[in-house]
């Protein structure tokens, strides 16, 4: 464990045997590769009454609840996102179901594929292949090809793409195709100024650095919300660590209350995802949230979202956070891309 150490390529690619930083750092032309590959699908605009479910697990999920934050009020039907093996039993064949899985092997989103096959819904498939691949091309269901040779939680900015306009193409909400391509420049823009290459006074190695040896605590609403559990789950899986994340304004009336012991067990983190939309009352709410819990000793963070558009603030802290959670994995001498034990737990599920 080391807090001292330079943030520096050399360091990362050390411990980074696969080279995530670069998947990370790459983002702004993924985003556009995703609209490309959406568009190169030739997927047929839609009318889905019944709104937009978007299946899948772990990182081929988090794409789908960006998306609905990216779009907030420009969703004019409902989009809900499912993690697990059912539909919610209002799905009919008015209903897209979009079938989200980077590996195609994953079984919780087999079974909603298969689920949404028997309810009649208009099935939409994204993937690199396996099992996933294979059904949808035997029953012409439309699949949406992903690169392959990325950890799937590296392909955010293809869930989020991939999410956000099939949610444009079954009316479920605005097409966002510019605002996700004027986003890219400006993602790219961030990449200059929180990379490896800037100083180790940069926001996102600062962060690394002050989140090193505790157990952060992600708050997030509106838009930051699902952002914030970004970060939770890319921290769990980059940097090995317990991370946990919850909602504001909910947390002020029940996790607010256990920061009074938190000094008794460990040492913690609060960290606050902001963004200029947020209702004003929670951000009042941040700061006095904030000084409460900062009298238990608790360190805080408030991190503001950057850009005009929401796509824009939504993909700026998305990328922050991915490397704030590989850098974390560095000062951890812990290699990001393994994640042994999730891989373990499938092979024993795989045995029956
Ligand atoms: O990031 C990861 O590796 C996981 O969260 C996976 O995304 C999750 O296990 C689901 O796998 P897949 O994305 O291949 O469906």
New binding site residues.
């Given amino acids: 464990m080391s807090t001292t150490l330079e943030l520096t390529r050399d360091a990362i690619a050390a411990v980074d045997t696969a080279g995530q930083l670069q998947d990370v750092l790459s983002m702004p032309d993924q985003l556009r590769d995703a609209l490309w590959r959406v568009e190169s699908a030739g997927l047929e605009r839609h009318d889905a009454p019944g709104g937009l479910v978007v299946a899948?697990?772990?990182?081929?999920?988090i794409g789908g609840a960006l998306a609905r934050a990216a779009l907030g009020d420009r969703a004019s039907r409902a989009i809900m996102i499912t993690r697990g093996y059912a539909l919610p039993a209002w799905t009919t064949p008015d209903t897209t179901v979009l079938c989200?899985?980077?590996?195609?092997?994953?079984e919780e989103?087999l079974a909603a594929y298969e689920a949404a096959g028997a309810l009649g819904a208009r099935r939409i498939v994204s993937?690199t292949g396996?099992k996933l691949a294979e059904a949808a091309r035997a029953e012409q269901v439309p699949v949406i090809p992903l690169p392959g040779g990325f950890?799937?939680?590296?392909?955010v900015a293809y869930s989020l793409v991939v999410a956000l306009e099939v949610a444009g193409l079954c009316g479920a909400g605005e097409r966002l195709h510019a605002e996700v391509d004027v986003a890219a420049a400006h993602a790219e823009r961030l990449v200059e100024e929180w990379s490896p290459d800037s100083g180790e006074e940069s926001l996102a190695k600062e962060l690394a650095r002050g989140l090193h040896g505790t157990v952060p605590q992600l708050s997030g609403a509106g838009l930051t919300a699902p952002i914030a559990y970004r970060w939770k789950?890319q921290i769990n899986?980059n940097a090995k660590i317990p991370a946990f994340a919850c909602d504001l304004p909910e947390l002020d009336h029940n996790e607010i209350a256990g920061w009074e012991g938190a000094s008794e067990l460990g040492r913690f983190t609060a960290v606050f995802l902001d963004d200029s939309d947020l209702h004003p009352r929670i951000r009042q709410r941040i700061e006095l949230t904030r000084g409460l819990i900062a009298s238990q000793g608790a360190t805080t963070y408030r991190v503001d979202s950057v850009g005009e558009t929401r796509t824009e603030r939504l993909i700026s802290l998305v990328l922050l956070g991915d490397l704030v959670s590989l850098y974390l994995a560095v000062l951890r001498s812990v290699d990001p891309s393994p994640?042994d034990v999730?891989d373990r737990l499938?092979r024993a599920l795989a045995q029956g």
Wanted: hydrophobic share 25%; proline share 4%; net charge positive.
């Fill in positions: 899948g697990m772990g990182g081929s999920a989200a899985s980077y590996s195609g092997n994953t989103t993937t396996g950890q799937p939680r590296a392909a789950t899986e994640v999730i499938k």
